[in-house]
Every structure is written in C-alpha cells, then in structure tokens.
C-alpha cells in the first residue's frame, strides 16, 4: 500500500468527537482546579483571597458562566443524535465546533494568565507547553492560526496590563509571585502546570497513535475492530432514526489467482466514497466495507459500480466471490449482521452474481 493512502491522512468523524470529549474533560479539570484554589486560599491565614475590584465577585461570576458552558457541552455530547446526522463527509463541521470551544477555552486562559500575575506568575510556563501541543494536534495551517491566536492573546493580556487598560497587577501576583524561590504556592503551581502539560502531551500522544493503530500496515485498510466499531454505531443511528446499511464481503481465491488483498486494496479504495464508507481486512483473503444508508434497493447497483471498478483497474473480478448483508432495523444485533454476510459470502460463487441477504 503507498505511502499516500487517503485512510491514513484522513482525520475521521471519531476523531474530532474524541478531541472534543478531551476538551470538555480539561474544562471540567480546570474548573475543579479553580475551585478547590480558591477554597484553599479562602481557608488559609496567610494567603487572604483578594477582595479589591471586585475580584471575588468577577472570579465567581466568570466560573458560573464556565461551569454552565461545560455543562452544556457535556449535554450535547451525551445527545448522539445530533452528530449522528452529521454525514460522515460533513466532519468538517464538528472541526469548526472544535475550533470555538477552543477559542472559549482560550479566552478563560488569558484571564487566568492576568489574575495569576502574568510574567509574573505560575502560568507562564503553561504557554510553551500549548503552543507544542497544538501544533502535534492540528498539523497545517490551522495549527499554525491557533498557536498564533494564543500568542496573540497572551500578548495583549501583557500589553493592556502595562498600558492600565485592565489592572496593572495581576489579581494574585502577590500570591504567586514566581520571584521568591522558596514560596510553597510558586512551586506547588509549577508543579501543577508542569503535571498538566506532560498529562496533556500523553493524551495527545495516545490520540495522535490512534489513527495508525485502526490501519493495517499490509493492507493499508482498516482493521476489522474498527469495522465492527462503526457496525455498532450504525445500528445504533438505524434503531433510533430509521434507515438502512449494509455490509459488504469480498473474498479473492488465492488458488486462482497470484494476486494478493494487499494488491488489490488500493484498488479497492479507489471505488469507495472514503467520507462515509468504511473499507477493512474482514481476514486473511477478505476484504469488506460497511456502506451506510444502503438499503436493498441500491445494493446491487452499489456492489456492480465497485466491482465494475475493480475489473477495470486489476481485472480481478472473476477471481473475486461477492456477497452482503443488508440491515433495515436496528434490532439487528452486530454480531447476527457480520455472521448474515459470512453465511452469504459462502454461497457466493467465484467470478458469479452476488449473494444478498436482508435482514
């Protein structure tokens, strides 16, 4: 498989989803993170909360309107039903969604990067650590618009403390100062943003290793977890809002044939409508692909356009035995529609018509 397989540049549906459930949780860790320091410093003698212009107020009334946002947030994600219906070549759309929760994260970090005393204080380090992780998260240019929106935003936070545009000190400067090196709060908050910046980076590592764990470096297909994966999700979509899908199973007789799934995979791909379906390894000698909304009346003219385009770009057609499982119900359990496309594909005969089964 070439090293320009679109399966492995593409970032999927999956993966913004699960970039954005990541930020929801960093939101709720920050906002536990604010309260427990504020509840610290309200309880400690020697580091009184600051009550000058109106701080306690303004601090408080900001976290209410972070911990709703979140909420919020974490509704929406507790709903499929909304992104379920987002077409799988329509991703981009959570991408932007992606990008705002963002910015409104971003912005609750210039004001945290004011009030703990900006150069001055324990969050300066969180900066660098930032622009790394969202250069490693989004490549290409909007990695590049994100990095230069953080320093920009830090940089006026900077520019309207010297100018008195906002106060000139930062609400906790005194508090956190990272001068006095022996101040227990500076190096508990250094701790903290260190701790913070290295859980993030093993997240993101973890994330960023996903789309290569899902490809099968033979094939250059998906592996057949990920296949079962998205069967489950679509049955899912089907049981509560109706519809259709199908599963389809090519197999190559390698007693006929010197050509190998490997050769043809590429080919394969080729013929498939990569925003919204899902090409995999099934096993040694199988190749499938789950074909959302594909209910019995497309089938046939989906399965002859892929197979017409495999014989036009290898010849392999009469070397391939074809079938497909059709799923008009959600009640139809993952397991009962791969077991329907197995028992079709071994009806199939090499080179003939393909077997439909629906369920």
């Not at 999927?12 to 504020?38: H, P, T």
């Not at 789309?211 to 296949?227: A, V």
């Not at 679509?234 to 090519?250: H, K, M, Y």
């Not at 089938?299 to 079938?323: F, Q």
Request: hydrophobic share 50%.
């Amino acid at each position: 498989m070439s090293a320009n397989n679109p399966l492995r540049s593409r970032l999927l549906l999956e993966d913004y989803m699960s970039m954005l459930r990541g930020l929801v949780k960093l939101a709720w860790a920050a906002l536990a993170l604010a309260l427990i320091a504020q509840l610290t410093i309200r309880a400690s003698s020697s580091y009184p909360w600051p009550d000058w212009g109106d701080f306690s107020f303004v601090y408080n009334a900001v976290m209410v309107e972070f911990g709703l946002n979140t909420l919020a947030l974490t509704g929406l994600l507790f709903y499929p039903d909304w992104y379920e219906r987002i077409p799988r070549e329509s991703a981009q759309r959570v991408r932007w969604l992606l990008i705002a929760v963002i910015l409104w994260l971003s912005i609750h970090l210039f004001a945290v990067f004011h009030a703990t005393g900006g150069l001055g204080g324990p969050f300066l380090l969180l900066l660098p650590g930032l622009v790394i992780v969202t250069l490693a998260a989004f490549p290409g240019k909007v990695g590049w618009y994100l990095v230069a929106y953080l320093l920009v935003g830090h940089l006026l936070v900077l520019v309207f403390e010297k100018t008195g545009f906002i106060t000139q000190q930062g609400m906790l400067s005194e508090h956190f100062k990272l001068a006095d090196p022996i101040s227990p709060w500076a190096a508990s908050a250094l701790l903290c943003v260190v701790a913070i910046t290295v859980v993030m980076a093993l997240a993101l590592r973890k994330w960023m290793l996903n789309p290569l764990q899902r490809i099968d470096p033979g094939s250059g297909l998906f592996r057949r977890s990920f296949l079962e994966h998205r069967v489950d999700l679509e049955l899912e979509r089907i049981n509560r809002q109706g519809g259709s899908a199908a599963l389809l199973l090519i197999s190559l007789d390698s007693e006929r044939s010197s050509d190998t799934i490997d050769d043809l995979a590429e080919d394969f791909i080729r013929q498939l409508r990569l925003g919204s379906d899902t090409p995999a390894l099934y096993e040694p000698g199988v190749m499938a692909v789950l074909l959302p909304t594909a209910g019995p009346d497309v089938i046939k003219g989906t399965i002859t356009r892929i197979m017409d385009g495999l014989e036009r770009a290898s010849g392999a057609r009469s070397k391939l035995r074809v079938a497909a499982a059709v799923a008009t119900s959600g009640q139809v359990a993952s397991g009962k529609l791969r077991t329907m496309a197995e028992d079709a594909l071994s009806q199939a005969q090499i080179g003939g018509e393909p077997v439909i089964a629906t369920a």
